[in-house]
């Protein structure tokens, strides 16, 4: 199986900017594409963004209410995905997770696809 551990979050005011980790162990050549969803009280899980490692160059994904604010990445050699977060606003509160899987069983800006889930970070933005 494949383990997944977030990092990174915390509270920060409006205009503030956060990063968040995920780091896989495990059999990690099970995934080649990991995403960040978040899910705020009483609402489902929100996709927020993707990186895939099947092709070269590696392919990104972004939720439009996060484009250009936030930026996905990877540090291969350690196995560890990261989600840079800018300009972060008070409707970015929320529980943000992080998801693996393989591209060729899932669509990466849905939640169903994935495998493997980390146990969640908190997100708290200030106005």
């Known amino acids: 199986q494949v383990e997944l551990v977030e990092s990174g979050g915390g509270l920060v005011q409006a205009g503030g900017s956060l990063r968040l980790s995920c780091s896989a162990s495990?059999?990690?050549?099970?995934?080649?594409?990991m995403g960040w969803f978040r899910q705020a009280p009483g609402k489902e899980h929100e996709f927020v963004a993707a990186?895939?490692?099947?092709?070269?160059?590696?392919?990104?994904y972004y939720a439009e209410s996060v484009k250009g604010r936030f930026t996905i990445s990877r540090d291969n050699a350690k196995n560890t995905v990261y989600l840079q977060m800018n300009s972060l606003k008070p409707e970015d509160t929320a529980v943000y997770y992080c998801?693996?899987?393989?591209?060729?069983?899932?669509?990466?800006?849905?939640?169903?696809?994935?495998?493997?889930w980390g146990q969640g970070t908190q997100v708290t933005v200030s106005s």
């Open positions: 998801a693996g899987g393989l591209k060729a069983s899932m669509a990466v800006r849905s939640n169903t696809g994935y495998n493997y």
């Open positions: 495990g059999r990690t050549f099970m995934t080649d594409t």
């Open positions: 990186h895939s490692w099947t092709s070269y160059p590696a392919l990104t």
